[in-house]
């Protein structure tokens, strides 16, 4: 099975988590940022930064079969916090926490496609 597509997504979605583990130490770790930032946001971040990076990237370059409820997984947490911060958080949330979260979620949607479109190829044509 040609699995070119697991390889592209397994390494947008290392690239992804690393992207958020290092967003998520810099605030960690004392860097100040020029606008507000939700005390549990920057842990959410460096968890899911590094089970993306390190796990679920791992899983789909192998071509698990638990690569796609992963990815599923991984997009409907970002999905679920982007809920919370437009709703609960509506009036303190950074614009650009809204920006990096919407990107993360596109990020994932692509993945997500990726792993679609390369399981429709491997199933054999009758």
């Known amino acids: ?5 697991f390889k592209i997504a397994a390494v947008i ?9 290092f967003a998520g130490s810099m605030v960690i770790l004392g860097k100040s940022m020029d606008y507000y930032v939700i005390d549990w946001l920057p842990g959410y971040n460096l968890i899911l930064g590094l089970i993306s990076a390190f796990f679920t990237a791992v899983i789909i370059w192998q071509g698990n079969p638990i690569a796609m409820p992963a990815a599923i997984a991984t997009f409907a947490s970002h999905s679920m916090v982007m809920l919370i911060l437009q709703t609960s958080y509506r009036d303190v949330v950074a614009v650009e926490s809204i920006r990096a979260m919407a990107f ?20 054999p044509q009758s």
């Open 104 to 123: 993360r979620m596109m990020v994932w949607l692509s993945i997500l496609t990726l792993l679609i479109v390369q399981s429709l190829r491997s199933i």
């Open 1 to 5: 099975m040609n699995a070119n597509l």
């Open 13 to 21: 979605s290392f690239l992804i988590g690393i992207l958020s583990v």
